[in-house]
């Protein structure tokens, strides 16, 4: 099973930008389904943004279509989110999930890899 690490979090001020990141220990993703996840204090986790590489196909939640865009480097050993616009809502815990095949789901169950999570604030 693929291990999953996230860095990139942090604080910023509403408005500002931030680019979180996902690796596989240098494994490809792009056999796999990837998306990122979110879970504010007291919410469940919810949708943010998958990528099937192989496919070309990306999806988003509608709260950050045209904010958010995730990728893979060319080496498809790291999958980005580059989230800008920022808004205070945008503040949760921010998890990096795999699957195979290489089928991308919003919701968290069909995912059967995840990352430790990583702090996202957004400040007003």
């Known amino acids: 099973q693929v291990q999953l690490v996230e860095s990139g979090g942090g604080s910023v001020q509403a408005g500002g930008s931030l680019r979180l990141s996902c690796t596989a220990s240098?494994?490809?993703?792009?056999?796999?389904?990837m998306g990122w996840f979110r879970q504010a204090p007291g919410k469940e986790r919810e949708f943010v943004a998958t990528?099937?590489?192989?496919?070309?196909?990306?999806y988003y939640a509608d709260s950050v279509k045209g904010r958010f865009a995730i990728s893979l480097d060319n080496a498809e050993t790291v999958m980005y989110l580059q989230m800008n616009s920022l808004k205070p809502e945008d503040t949760a815990v921010y998890y990096c999930?795999?699957?195979?095949?290489?089928?991308?789901?919003?919701?968290?169950?069909?995912?059967?890899?995840w990352g430790q999570g990583i702090q996202v604030t957004v400040s007003s």
């Open positions: 990528i099937n590489w192989s496919a070309g196909t990306t």
């Open positions: 240098g494994r490809s993703l792009s056999r796999y389904a």
């Open positions: 999930a795999g699957r195979r095949p290489p089928v991308g789901f919003a919701t968290p169950g069909p995912y059967d890899a």
